[in-house]
């Protein structure tokens, strides 16, 4: 089944307990709002699907893997209820990934920014190539990476997200990402990924459903919060992309 364009596309597919979902945008597979809610959408579709165990989660192409939010629709924020909104969505898929009952597999087969560095921390195991590197740049566009710092900081910890953000015109490597525990595993090709995704999977929807369901629960816990916390940046968020600090940055980024 797929879903959507020009705002971005959607393709799911499930097969032997496995829901694979794949996200795609003509620029560098960034996030507009309405795909953030299809997926948001789709997440909590599966979560109560009884046919699938495992999710997948992958992008299009062999180029980047997420750019994080869309250029165009923050230059187009004009007012904070705008901005809040926006970034609300990445709020609501986070917390969509976090509550999710199935197991979510992260492919990252290219260069993650921002919010594509978010999405892979949210996934409970993410294997990735020797390309997939990493960079949270919000600070040097005048924001900040608020709405998935929770998430980010769970899974590397507080001081290699602090490391990472203050140092936001520098990319950090697939290996650097895999030593502080956001790649569980990287590969040096698409294909030799795409193997380790197929076999892990079909090993995890293996297990007993009750045992993953209960594993999932431990994996998140005391995160409670975030159903208000990531809500509360993403307010943050929505009033800092208004300045015009950011505003020029948007547009030399976009030039």
């Keep these: 089944m797929a879903l959507g364009k020009p705002s971005g596309s959607l393709d799911i597919t499930i097969e032997n307990k496995i829901a694979t979902l794949i996200f795609g945008h003509p620029s560098s597979n960034s996030f507009p709002r309405a795909l953030l809610d299809q997926l948001t959408t789709e997440f909590n579709n599966l979560s109560a699907d009884p046919t699938v165990l495992v999710i997948v989660i992958q992008s299009e192409g062999s180029g980047a893997f997420c750019a994080g939010a869309s250029f165009d629709e923050l230059l187009a924020v004009s007012n904070e209820s705008e901005g809040t909104e926006f970034f609300s969505g990445f709020a609501h898929l986070i917390n969509a990934m976090r509550l999710c009952s199935k197991l ?41 990476p608020f709405v998935i ?40 090709t698409i294909t030799e990924l795409d193997n380790a995704i197929a076999d892990f999977s079909t090993k995890l929807a293996s ?21 208000t916390l990531l809500l509360e940046r993403a307010a943050i968020s929505g009033k800092l992309v208004l300045s015009d600090f950011t505003k020029k940055a948007l547009s030399q980024f976009k030039k």
């Design 149 to 188: 710092e929770p998430a980010v900081s769970k899974k590397i910890g507080k001081t290699a997200m602090a490391e990472m953000t203050l140092s936001a015109q520098e990319w950090k490597t697939a290996e650097w990402a895999k030593s502080k525990g956001l790649y569980a595993n990287t590969f040096e």
């Design 207 to 227: 297990y007993n459903p009750e045992a993953l369901l209960e594993m999932k629960k431990i994996l998140w816990e005391e995160t409670q919060h975030w159903d």
């Design 104 to 144: 979510i597999v992260g492919r990252v087969h290219g260069k993650a920014v921002g919010g594509g560095v978010g999405i892979a921390s949210a996934c409970d195991y993410t294997l990735a190539t020797k390309n997939a590197s990493i960079k949270l740049s919000e600070l040097a566009i005048g924001i900040g």
